[in-house]
Nanobody
């Protein structure tokens, strides 16, 4: 069981990036998949998550209207499209999951905080740097 994130990079303010989280050895069926980020010197915070049952997304206030989370039909990859990036979006982005109803994951994202209870496997992270 492994998660692999990709798609990070260096962009200027206002630019876009698309992150992907691929499941290896399993599928996301029956889970909600989420993205967290961790900036230097700051706590890890929830960014967005999506239910793999009904596709409903949840976003932290800080990214609403700029980020879009989606999944593929095979339920093996979740993507995070990030537009209009700001310097405060800089950090290492991690994906993880929780079995539905995924109350812990959803609450963490809604509050924009770190995991409120143990979640599933974490990926290795992908660096996003937004220059001003």
């Amino acid at each position: 069981v492994q998660l692999v994130e990709s798609g990070g990079g260096l962009v200027q303010t206002g630019g876009s990036l698309r992150l992907s989280c691929a499941a290896s050895g399993f599928t996301f069926d029956g889970t909600a998949v989420g993205w967290f980020r961790e900036a230097p010197g700051k706590e890890r915070e929830g960014v967005s998550c999506i239910s793999m049952r009904d596709g409903n997304p949840i976003y932290a206030e800080s990214v609403k209207g700029r980020f879009t989370i989606s999944s593929d039909s095979a339920k093996s990859t979740v993507s995070l499209q990030m537009n209009n990036l700001k310097p405060e979006d800089t950090g290492v982005y991690y994906c993880t999951y929780e079995m539905l109803p995924a109350i812990g994951l959803k609450s963490s994202v809604l509050k924009g905080v770190g995991p409120l209870r143990p979640l599933g496997t974490w990926g290795q992270g992908t660096q996003v740097t937004v220059s001003s």
